[in-house]
């Protein structure tokens, strides 16, 4: 992203300018796609280490049953 940016401001025509801005958008948007899902995991990230903690508990319960 920061190299479309910088291609833009190194454009010399009005036509590079338009094309490189229009890269330099696209690679914005898809920048803010992967922040949006990076946000979304980190928002489940508590749901998601109750879940393992319960599922450890489990497996050692099980082991413990079984096992000894």
């Not at 949006?36 to 489990?58: A, G, M």
């Amino acid at each position: 992203m920061d190299m479309a940016k910088h291609d833009v401001k190194q454009a010399k025509t009005t036509e590079q300018i338009e094309r490189r801005a229009v890269l330099y958008q696209q690679q914005v948007e898809v920048f803010d796609e992967q922040c949006n899902k990076l946000i979304k995991l980190l928002e489940e990230l508590p749901s998601i280490k109750e879940t393992h903690s319960k599922d450890l508990t489990e497996l050692t319960r099980c082991t413990r049953e079984y096992h000894l």
